[in-house]
């Protein structure tokens, strides 16, 4: 059975850092693209970054872009998300998810299905 863990949230003061993880059990990773997404109260879940499964490309959502920063350790079977220079609007609930078309992360990445969602990590942000 697929299943991903998504660990690493927690009470940060803003500017702060995070890394969270996206750790998969009853398969590998190396063969899927992976997405983590974001959902805040009472707000639409949205697509924060994405890594692809062969070429390793990334996209991110342009809020984060320059701050947050994915990538996977296949020997781990984990995928991270590296959060710096975090603001109040980043506090959500985060979740990674598989992709499983060829190169998933290319444009418009957010608005493709995903699958094997994890039960989400509460990041918050606030002083």
């Known amino acids: 059975q697929l299943q991903l863990v998504e660990s690493g949230g927690g009470l940060v003061q803003p500017g702060g850092s995070l890394r969270l993880s996206c750790a998969a059990t009853g398969f590998t990773l190396d063969y899927y693209a992976i997405g983590w997404f974001r959902q805040a109260p009472g707000k639409e879940r949205e697509g924060v970054s994405c890594?692809?499964?062969?070429?390793?490309?990334?996209n991110y959502e342009d809020s984060v872009k320059g701050r947050f920063t994915i990538s996977r350790d296949n020997a781990k079977n984990t995928v991270y998300l590296q959060m710096n220079s975090l603001k109040p609007e980043d506090t959500a609930v985060y979740y990674c998810a598989v992709g499983r078309i060829f190169e998933h992360c290319s444009s418009g990445w957010s608005s493709r299905p995903f699958g094997s969602w994890g039960q989400g990590t509460q990041v918050t942000v606030s002083s």
């Open positions: 890594i692809n499964s062969s070429s390793g490309s990334t």
